[in-house]
T-cell receptor, first 112, second 112 residues
């Protein structure tokens, strides 16, 4: 069954710690994305990648980093530089840019 | 600068009646529009889309209308069902844009 797997589903982090969220897809999609959801603010784009070994900053990239070493994987690291990291993080993929996105189930990060 | 706006945070409708969700955009480069449905703690799922060469697209109970001159799109759900209760996001992109921009979302509640 093709889809996107995000892990962990829930994650707790102490202030000052970096944390990495995993995103794996078996849809053979070229493009992958990370969005953040906060109440009342919809989905905001953090980073996106249209091809392996290449990625671009989205609207709110500060305090985050990504890598795209394999087509099926696009991990997101939330660094200690991110001021308000508590949020629901969504990974998505698409056949190409600006196409229909398929989303994972999300990861909820809480900073204690 | 919010390029995609959903000005109604919530909408309440009686079962069997029509639900109309609205979305406005400002970027003339957008030429592809989508609606997503999201339940709490889950990823959004694709509902319906429309390209800028059309003004209407229909799929079962869901119809999306696009008014390019007003930079406005709407989603009609007829008849509404309690299972339609969710957050609805509109999104916009372009063939040369490379990413989707989402609105803030509208919480739809359908009462039995």
């Amino acid at each position: 069954d093709g889809g996107i797997t995000q892990s962990p589903k829930y994650l707790f982090r102490k202030e000052g710690q970096n944390v990495t969220l995993s995103c794996e897809q078996n849809l053979n999609h070229d493009a992958m994305y990370w969005y953040r959801q906060d109440p009342g603010q919809g989905l905001r784009l953090i980073y996106y990648s249209q091809i392996v070994n290449d990625f671009q900053k989205g609207d709110i990239a500060e305090g985050y980093s990504v890598s795209r070493e394999k087509k099926e994987s696009f991990p997101l690291t939330v660094t200690s530089a991110q001021k308000n990291p508590t949020a629901f993080y969504l990974c998505a993929s698409s056949v190409g840019g600006a196409n229909v996105l398929t989303f994972g189930a999300g990861s909820r990060l809480t900073v204690l | 600068d919010q390029q995609v706006k959903q000005n109604s945070p919530s909408l309440s409708v009686q079962e069997g009646r029509i639900s109309i969700l609205n979305c406005d955009y400002t970027n003339s480069m957008f030429d592809y529009f989508l609606w997503y449905k999201k339940y709490p703690a889950e990823g959004p799922t694709f509902l319906i889309s429309i390209s800028s060469i059309k003004d209407k697209n229909e799929d079962g109970r869901f119809t999306v209308f696009l008014n390019k001159s007003a930079k406005h799109l709407s989603l009609h759900i007829v008849p509404s069902q309690p299972g339609d209760s969710a957050v609805y996001f509109c999104a916009a992109g372009g063939t040369s844009y490379g990413k989707l921009t989402f609105g803030q979302g509208t919480i739809l509640t359908v009462h039995p």
